[in-house]
């Protein structure tokens, strides 16, 4: 499945952006649908996830800013963050998993800026 983020910008301290993910084909196969980042200089980490079932988690450096969602009907996930910090600076990433049988694909990343 071919993922592609998008919704990236520059945008100052305490604004908002929405990140989608589109997929090429049916995500309701997918067991997990996530969003990762990274910095300049750093390694890519983790942000959110949606675990089949409905399980939702994020990292604690994002927790109460960012939103996942997913929209299986439009194969679409978003990720809202409101009260950006400059370090959310990093380019992020959509990823899905399946489990059985095991796929796991990236989108291509979109940066997001926050500064002022």
């Known amino acids: 499945v071919q993922l592609q983020a998008f919704g990236g910008g520059l945008v100052q301290p305490g604004g908002s952006l929405r990140l989608s993910c589109t997929a090429s084909?049916?995500?309701?196969?997918?067991?997990?649908m996530g969003w990762y980042r990274q910095a300049p200089g750093k390694a890519r980490e983790w942000v959110a996830n949606?675990?089949?079932?409905?399980?939702?988690a994020y990292a604690d450096s994002v927790k109460g800013r960012f939103t996942i969602s997913g929209d299986n009907a439009k194969n679409t996930m978003t990720l809202q963050m409101n009260n950006l910090k400059p370090e959310d600076t990093a380019v992020y990433y959509c990823?899905?998993?399946?489990?059985?049988?095991?796929?796991?694909?990236w989108g291509q990343g979109t940066q997001v800026t926050v500064s002022s």
């Open positions: 990823n899905v998993v399946r489990w059985t049988p095991r796929l796991s694909s």
């Open positions: 084909e049916s995500i309701t196969s997918m067991n997990v």
């Open positions: 949606v675990i089949s079932g409905g399980s939702i």
